[in-house]
DNA sequence: GTAGTTCGATTGTCCGGACATACGGATTGA
DNA sequence: TCAATCCGTATGTCCGGACAATCGAACTAC
């Protein structure tokens, strides 16, 4: 079987990139089996008219993503598993979305209110400052699914209430220029207090999933502080890991 | 301030292992401060003595670990956050440890069965086979925390019960030669049953944390599949996630 | 027949260079 | 004063080559 790869040098799309994708499309589509050699490196290179370490470096990104497994003297070799995708920092908006359903969001409250001295130490803000507090109520096929209660520090973006209602807050952050970078994560489970069960149609004491999150941009400014909690028949935790080597 | 680098030439250690290893080093203990730039390659390239693609590529392996951020026509500066780690293939055991805990386990069961439908297709085994099952109680501090139920093909390791109270499952499937690859994680919540909260010696109905894995090694097979359920008060799940670019 | 050895194949590491691209500050112009 | 432009600087991409380390299979010797 040969595979039909090439590159257009003229594309601003670097070379590398436009192999990788054409690998990835490949392995996705079944055309790449797994456990299937993907020939040696020189004689890629060679065929495609690149060099080495470009082949290379297409290679490891696939490596990186955990498609593909390298093995010195053997070859590489498409990973056969039901590898997807490894875990993003992603939002619960693009999630849901994505899946199928169609997300709508209940802004609850929008205002900014004097820090607590808790708030203040995770976004890094001045104790005697303000901060954003939103909290919004997420729902799925019209039933209450999720409670969100976030913080951002001011002057960051304007926290509209009808865009927060036609979208995610991620997606508002990214245009306003944000890049995100990384987020601490903590994920537990606690039994419903009578006001929060009210929120998400259940009982007192039903078990919720809990998440918090702190979320960094690529400067390294604390943007957003959030404190989630989940109905667990609903919604659950889905990811991919990879060994890093 | 001039950091103090250097590589051995006669080390079997790789040149872009060595410099990343020292540059982590230097991040973690503040010799280089957040924020700080990390003077341009083709300089640092030249202090050491080393081309400029071998200083990339240690620089690339602590951008990838969100360590540093590089900027075209700026220069590659430290991360300016309380980025620790990001999220590792680690085993329960593992985290206890590292804890500061002194994790104990009592193996309940340690046997052979045929294989459900449904074991049998997460595992990808023959439906006619057999395959290992073992449940575990993890303690930490003589308290019970989790509550671990494992599947695993026939014939990849012996399961010692002994070996299985004084380590962990993934140190035992390390040392078997097992290289360990991806996991698929699924991470929610529920009521307990009258069962399991005996055994984590909580009460019937109280919310229970539940962890299902499926891992695979670096071949693509499958070699573990495991449910877990945990104590929610007594652990969580906390992890850094990086936005992959 | 089995164990040890050799050898080809393939990736891993490293080099030195070249040009492209984007960011930020300084300069220039209105 | 402010906006547009220029330019230096640093990373991004790409090349071609060299040698080392490791795996697996064929081969050899016992």
Redesign the interface.
């Known amino acids: 079987m040969q595979l039909e790869l090439s590159v257009d040098r003229g594309s601003p799309v670097p070379l590398y990139f436009q192999l990788s994708q054409q690998l990835e499309a490949a392995i996705e589509h079944g055309r790449l089996t797994?456990?299937s050699l993907l020939g040696n490196e020189i004689e890629l290179a060679g065929r495609l008219g690149l060099s080495r370490?470009t082949v290379r470096q297409a290679i490891q990104s696939l490596v990186?993503k955990?498609l593909l497994?390298r093995r010195r003297g053997v070859g590489t070799q498409v990973?056969?598993?039901?590898?997807?995708r490894?875990?993003?920092?992603s939002s619960l908006y693009d999630d849901l979305e994505s899946a199928g359903h169609r997300p709508t969001t209940k802004v609850l409250v929008n205002t900014v209110v004097p820090v607590s001295p808790e708030v203040a130490a995770t976004l890094g803000v001045d104790e005697a400052g303000e901060v954003h507090r939103i909290e919004r109520l997420r729902l799925a096929h019209g039933e209450p699914m999720a409670y969100l209660c976030n913080y951002l520090p001011l002057g960051l973006l304007d926290l509209d209430t009808r865009q927060l209602e036609a979208t995610g807050l991620y997606r508002l952050m990214r245009a306003a220029g944000i890049t995100?970078?990384?987020?601490?994560?903590?994920?537990?489970?606690?039994?419903a207090g009578a006001a929060e069960a009210e929120r998400l149609g259940e009982e007192r004491?039903?078990?919720?999933?809990t998440m918090q999150r702190v979320t960094?941009d690529?400067?390294?400014?604390?943007v957003e502080f959030g404190t989630h909690t989940y109905r667990?028949?609903r919604?659950?935790?889905?990811?991919?890991?990879?060994?890093?080597s």
Chains 1, 2 share one sequence.
């Open positions: 797994p456990g370490p990186d955990g497994v990973v056969h598993s039901q590898v997807k490894p875990l993003e920092l995100l970078h990384s987020a601490r994560q903590t994920i537990g489970a606690r039994a004491g039903a078990p919720l999933l960094f690529d400067t390294g400014r604390t667990p028949d919604y659950s935790f889905e990811f991919q890991l990879l060994v890093r």
